[in-house]
């Protein structure tokens, strides 16, 4: 893994996390105290919302983009499917008030919060004080967050370590996941590794990947008005996918079989700002929108993709609900 360019302004430490893991975990931060943060962020399904497409809020408002994993934040600059907040410990407290998500004053959390003498000492604890704060609550989910990681447990890490083998159907997906794509070619790739290569499993970009030919979410184009930045959204980590279904910011496949259909044969050639990294393999001329890969090749990429599931993320004490 790279060096993570970890926050100067809120070092991490045992009391801060911990702090923020209770914050994570309870559901005081919503307004009817029934939904906390690890309600669509389980640890037992990659810190996703497992097989809802979208999550429901207290009052029973349904969202409109699916929920996204948390492992390895500390790599990530912006935070969102959007791009929208610059930080995790704005990212953190934006769920709160949404009003389709914990419909809560971030105030008055503070006021439940400070009442409360396990906050109070936690506060106290984390910060030298037992003072309440918005900021404060930020910081301390944002601690929290930076040390949900994945990497190194997973039987792709073990096999880069030199410790297991993949087996030959995997060593194949491997070959077509960083392989270029190319139907001249004796040994043609999915071009997979250019918007997901390297140890993250992603180049951390915002992108169009050809779903739709018309847009009905305008992504990161919603949030800095550019008509060049619409239907662009946050390139996700592949770790972990086995976890993380449905997939897409929008939950539409409920299958990796049904995301590399997609790639193979269903890639919209006219999708508005689609990224010129996919245009190369869209053989428009023989009607096939995408990599035209075999049966056998991908099945071979959903068998190295399930190589990237790393266990320990769901079993950590860490990561762990401190309420049970």
């Given amino acids: 893994m790279p060096q993570p360019n970890l926050p100067e302004d809120n070092p991490l430490t045992v009391e801060g996390i911990l702090l923020g893991r209770q914050l994570f975990y309870d559901p005081i ?118 040390t949900i990681l994945s990497g190194g447990d997973s039987k792709f890490d073990r096999f880069e370590a030199g410790v297991e083998s993949l087996t030959a159907e995997e060593a194949l997906g491997m070959q077509l996941f960083n392989g270029e794509s190319n139907p001249n070619s004796p040994t043609p790739g999915a071009d997979c590794f250019h918007c997901h290569g390297g140890a993250l499993f992603t180049n951390h970009k915002f992108m169009n990947n050809g779903l739709d030919t018309a847009l009905t979410d305008l992504g990161l184009g919603h949030v800095t008005g550019l008509a060049t930045d619409q239907g662009k959204f946050k390139v996700p980590s592949l770790r972990n996918l086995a976890y993380t279904a449905p997939y897409m910011h929008d939950g539409r496949f409920q299958t990796l079989e ?34 035209n890969l075999t049966f056998v090749q991908r099945q071979a990429l959903v068998a190295f993709l399930n190589t990237l599931t790393d266990t320990r993320i769901e079993t950590d004490t860490l990561y762990l609900n401190p309420f049970l």
């Fill in 29 to 146: 931060l919503s307004l009817d105290s029934a939904q906390s943060c690890g309600s669509c962020h389980s640890p037992s399904f990659g810190f996703t919302d497992h097989g809802n497409v979208f999550s429901t809020g207290v009052d029973g408002s349904v969202g409109d983009r699916n929920s996204m994993p948390l492992h390895n934040l500390a790599w990530h600059q912006v935070f969102f499917w959007d791009g929208r907040s610059p930080s995790l410990r704005e990212q953190s407290l934006e769920p709160i008030s949404n009003p389709i998500e914990m419909k809560e004053d971030v105030l008055h959390v503070v006021d439940k919060l400070q009442r409360q003498t396990r906050y109070q000492a936690a506060f106290t604890s984390a910060f030298g004080d037992d003072v309440v704060t918005p900021e404060r609550m930020g910081l301390a989910l944002e601690q929290f967050m930076l």
């Fill in 258 to 291: 049904q995301v590399i259909e997609f790639y193979n044969a269903a890639v919209e050639p006219t999708s508005p700002n689609l990224d010129p990294s996919m245009v190369g393999f869209i053989q428009v001329h023989s009607g096939t929108k995408g990599l």
